[in-house]
């Protein structure tokens, strides 16, 4: 595991991610007959119940080239910041992301370097308008749509939903991408796809292996991330070792002292030198 490929994979987690529950067991099974506003009604409010989330867990990245695992803990303050901290044992965390409404830090402390922009900023020089509450619908196993905080019953008409015998889809779209996000009989989603405009991008996000945490809520404890950029394919998977909600959890926003600063450029240069030249 080389330095460099570590903070490579710090930056793809960077770039992609710019009521009550069921206690149904995890099964197959044939989606219910009901109307697709009920479905998308039931959906939204399958969302976790959280103020605080916090959850150890091993991020493996695979691409052609890398093969590699590292231990991560996620933290999220709900609606106001996340972090996400790779960890390498015996030396300890290694990188940090941290993201807000407003802002994105990356610290890199193997060497002593970090990014930090306005959210706002990156959305103006983006082909995409994503921000801290799409990462975080991300990692909770939500509906989302760029732009908006959060999704209710009452966006059902922002959505399309087509019901198949064991699954449905419900899809919509914005000025950059496509949505569509995948839901079994149990009403939980099982697959988000992103897909650029342009058909040249797209990014899958699956989430297997349901659990019943300890508020009886079914959530998922692996997730895997998908990429295809042209001849570029990335492949990350997360996989949960355990999960706390609603204790108290602290974000680190803080930058050390006489550590360079760099930009997006730098880190572009990086990560495609490392992960996917030959």
């Known amino acids: ?7 490579s994979l710090i930056f793809i987690c960077t770039l992609l991610l710019q009521s009550g529950c069921k206690t149904t067991k995890e099964m197959k099974g044939s989606m219910k007959s009901y109307g697709a506003e009920e479905l998308f009604s039931l959906v939204v409010n399958n969302t976790l119940e959280y103020q605080t989330f916090s959850g150890k867990m091993t991020t493996a990245l695979r691409t052609g080239k890398t093969d590699l695992d590292v ?11 996340l972090q996400l901290s790779f960890q390498v044992p015996l030396l300890g965390e290694m990188f940090r992301l941290a993201v807000s409404k407003d802002s994105l830090i990356l610290i890199d402390r193997m060497n002593k370097r970090f990014l930090a922009e306005s959210i706002y900023e990156m959305k103006q020089t983006s082909s995409f308008d994503f921000d801290l509450h799409n990462l975080q619908a991300l990692f909770t196993n939500q509906l989302f749509l760029a732009g908006k905080s959060a999704i209710t019953t009452k966006d059902f008409q922002l959505f399309t939903v087509n019901r198949e015998k064991e699954q449905a889809l419900i899809t919509t779209k914005d000025k950059y991408m496509d949505y569509t ?9 099982r697959n988000s796809l992103l897909t650029g405009n342009s058909g040249k991008t797209a990014m899958s996000w699956s989430y ?3 659990t019943l945490l300890e508020n009886k809520c079914l959530f998922p404890m692996q997730m895997g991330m998908n990429l295809n950029s042209g001849t570029n394919k990335l492949s990350l998977n997360f996989t949960f070792s355990k999960i706390d909600l609603n204790k108290e959890v602290e974000i680190d926003f803080s930058i050390p002292k006489k550590y360079n600063r760099i930009t997006q450029n730098q880190i572009l240069t990086l990560l495609f030198k490392n992960l996917f030249e030959n």
Do not use: A, G, P
Not at 1 to 7: A, G, L, Q, V
Not at 71 to 81: A, G, P, R
């Open 1 to 7: 595991m080389t330095k460099n490929k570590i903070f």
């Open 71 to 81: 231990s991560t803990h996620l933290k999220i303050i709900k609606n106001e910041k």
């Open 181 to 189: 996000f995948t839901v079994d009989y149990t009403d939980h989603i």
């Open 208 to 210: 297997n292996n349901f």
